[in-house]
């Protein structure tokens, strides 16, 4: 069994920590954080070691009663693989000390493509994962398109069109506040060029805006296929490619009706790492198919990390069994009828 770490505890670090802990193969030894907080809590009551990266902070875990195992460098020794879950820049910093320890490490999309040279999404370059220390995963919005276009592979995508509404904040950082108004991205967007270092030849052109919302960001996609399908095929496809969800209505016709389905069905958070389609929105006109995606930012990216991690642990795994596995631990929908791998859900 690998020992596994994570750095940060926030959003995306509480999620990969929940999970790791569910997959058979992987031992979660412990999370590195800064400072003390309420999240830190609620993991030390899970039974999660904790180790503080910033030793002039330790004082703070004192006062608030919530033992440490050690610093980061304590951490390190015992970690095959760390998961780094820091802030936008702060995992470049620690190359050097990850190096320096042998670990292997994971990022996560708010890191910049040339941190490591490879960006990683499981449908899209699954068997082009390379033999090297350190790997990128995309970012979610990257994501959700690497897994809209690996489904539509087959019909042939000439031109993908996406615009993306995106929200200004997670909800755990709302206090940072929340726009009155529309910030929009000039230009070509980060996500489509994020979304070709993964599938190389996508032909994409990606526009984005920020609104004042945090329940999930929306993508509108206009794609233009080789080989259209008609709508009824289209759906029946999407609703069969893993972590894809066709919304006829269910759960929900906006985003909030639908992170509330996702918490009344008795998802930890209300967590939703599917991509969830909502079957109206398909249009389909000659070649050309339009349809609207919802993302939950928060927790999308999850299974793919964990892919990753068991990428790395076993380079032959073949991806048949990787999502097979990953998708059962962490009990995803399984196809088109909603249902659950496991009553229970987790994550």
């Given at each position: 069994?690998?020992?596994?770490?994570v750095i940060g505890y926030g959003t995306i670090g509480?999620?990969?920590a929940d999970a790791i802990r569910l997959v058979d193969d992987i031992d979660l030894i412990g999370i590195g954080v800064r400072t003390a907080n309420a999240s830190i809590m609620r993991a030390y009551l899970k039974n999660i070691d904790i180790y503080c990266t910033d030793d002039s902070r330790r004082q703070g875990f004192v006062q608030t009663s919530i033992p440490l195992r050690g610093n980061l460098h304590d951490l390190l020794s015992k970690s095959d693989i760390v998961v780094d879950c820091t802030q936008a820049g702060y995992g470049?910093?620690?190359l050097s000390l990850y190096k320096k320890y042998g670990v292997k490490a994971i990022f996560q999309g708010g890191e910049k493509h040339d941190t490591t040279n490879f960006t990683y999404s499981t449908f899209g370059n699954f068997h082009e994962f390379p033999d090297q220390d350190f790997i990128r995963v995309g970012?979610?919005?990257?994501?959700g398109?690497?897994?809209?276009?690996?489904?539509l592979?087959?019909?042939?995508?000439?031109f993908m069109d996406t615009s993306i509404v995106r929200c200004t904040t997670d909800p755990d950082k709302a206090n940072k506040g929340i726009l009155n108004g529309v910030k929009p991205t000039f230009g070509v967007s980060h996500h489509g060029p994020d979304a070709q270092q993964v599938i190389s030849d996508l032909s994409i052109y990606t526009q984005a805006v920020a609104v004042p919302m945090y329940n999930g960001h929306l993508q509108m996609h206009s794609i233009t296929l080789n080989d259209a399908p008609d709508k009824s095929e289209l759906a029946h496809k999407l609703s069969n490619f893993p972590r894809i969800v066709i919304n006829d209505g269910e759960f929900g016709k906006d985003s909030n009706q639908i992170a509330n389905t996702m918490d009344h069905l008795g998802r930890l958070r209300g967590d939703r790492p599917e991509i969830m389609i909502w079957e109206d929105s398909i249009d389909i006109r000659d070649n050309k198919i339009h349809l609207i995606s919802s993302i939950d930012m928060q927790s999308i990216t999850i299974p793919e990390t964990?892919?990753?991690i068991k990428k790395i642990i076993n380079p032959t795994l073949d991806i048949e069994q990787c999502v097979s596995e990953t998708d059962e631990s962490l009990s995803l929908f399984v196809n088109k009828n909603y249902k659950f791998l496991k009553k229970e859900s987790v994550i």
């Open positions: 069994m690998r020992k596994v770490s509480k999620r990969i470049k910093t620690r970012s979610c919005n990257t994501t398109i690497v897994r809209l276009a690996s489904a592979k087959e019909y042939g995508i000439e964990i892919d990753c």
